[in-house]
């Protein structure tokens, strides 16, 4: 398969890198995806059928604000539906996601390894192919898989939406 290439599309302070893939929008199918949890098995899109999903796409769980966001989305999981699930997805190898989470108390956000071969970061737009990292996003997907919100963060300290990405989730499942 071919991919876009989105030049400039993500920046490290004054350091500008090329993104894999095309930009989710509201309407598109959600690709499916093979993603790596903690305990090394596969998950599918389809492990997620019925439920309303927020991919929260990290650069890596060791940094700051990676951390602050999922466990910001750990927190908000407590005011949202039983029928929203909060994945959190980074190439960050799944020994040290399962080390991270353990050691920060999460329990409501599932982490998900992109490691493997970057195939989810491609479909979904958000591989940083200059230091094989996933690019700073937030997607949302309704429980028919359509995309209903995205969003891309250009400077990769900054942080994403979190309400649009609730409110997103919210009205998903009304």
């Not at 090394?40 to 389809?46: M, P």
């Amino acid at each position: 398969m071919t991919y876009e290439e989105r030049p400039d599309a993500v920046t490290i302070g004054p350091l500008k890198h090329t993104v894999r893939g095309r930009m989710l929008q509201a309407g598109d199918d959600a690709p499916d995806f093979k993603l790596t949890a903690n305990n090394w098995r596969t998950k599918t899109l389809s492990d997620y059928d019925g439920k309303v999903k927020i991919f929260s796409m990290v650069p890596s769980l060791d940094t700051s604000v990676c951390s602050a966001q999922t466990r910001r989305f750990n927190q908000e999981a407590a005011n949202l539906s039983d029928d929203v699930v909060i994945l959190t997805v980074s190439a960050d190898l799944p020994y040290a996601q399962a080390r991270w989470c353990g050691a920060e108390g999460i329990e409501a956000v599932e982490t998900l390894s992109s490691h493997q071969d970057m195939s989810f970061a491609d479909d979904y737009g958000v591989h940083d192919i200059d230091i094989r990292i996933t690019q700073r996003a937030v997607v949302v997907v309704d429980k028919d898989n359509k995309v209903v919100y995205s969003e891309y963060i250009t400077p990769i300290g900054n942080e994403v939406n979190f309400e649009a990405a609730l409110d997103a989730a919210r009205q998903a499942t009304s």
